[in-house]
């Protein structure tokens, strides 16, 4: 009689929060550092884009468990990180061929980390439907059954 080896429990896979906002932050370094990016040709477009780009990053380094743990001060050092990192981002952007720094953008991307922060901190419809896991943002059916046809002679 051999002994049964007991079933291996499947692991998922669990991603670090901290992975988001580098992943978001690398993408970021890798555009400015483009001589060019593709963009509409709309009067201050690209204020607007680093605004909700911007905002989306201080939103995912709020939502770093160790950012997170400290309800007011882990919001605001988001901001802070955030406001810096895109000043550091213009400055990189300052030294690529064909672009420049400009002080708006620095701004649009620190207005747009504090309203995110404040949204995502205030809000907690917001915060709870940017915490729900992807697949549950799907509508429900109050009663599947009515939406079935009647098929019967």
């Known amino acids: 009689m ?5 079933p291996v429990a499947r692991r ?4 670090p929060r901290w992975i988001w906002p580098v992943a978001l932050a690398v993408g970021i370094t890798t555009a400015s550092g483009q001589s060019s990016l593709p963009a509409p040709e709309i009067t201050n477009f690209d204020k607007l884009a680093h605004f909700l780009v911007f905002g989306l990053l201080a939103t995912l380094v709020a939502r770093v468990e160790r950012v997170a743990a400290w309800p007011v001060l882990g919001m605001g ?8 990192f895109g000043g550091l981002d213009e400055w990189h ?3 690529t061929p064909g672009r420049y720094v400009e002080v708006a953008d620095w701004v649009a ?3 747009g980390a504090a309203l995110a922060v404040t949204l995502y901190a205030r809000w907690g419809w917001y915060r709870r439907w940017l915490e729900m896991p992807v697949g549950a943002h799907k509508r429900r059916v109050e009663n599947p059954a009515a939406n079935v046809p009647d098929t019967t002679p």
């Open 12 to 15: 998922s896979l669990v991603i």
């Open 2 to 6: 051999t002994p049964s080896n007991p």
């Open 77 to 84: 050092w988001a901001v802070v990180l955030v406001s810096a």
């Open 93 to 95: 952007q300052g030294h």
């Open 109 to 111: 991307d620190t207005l």
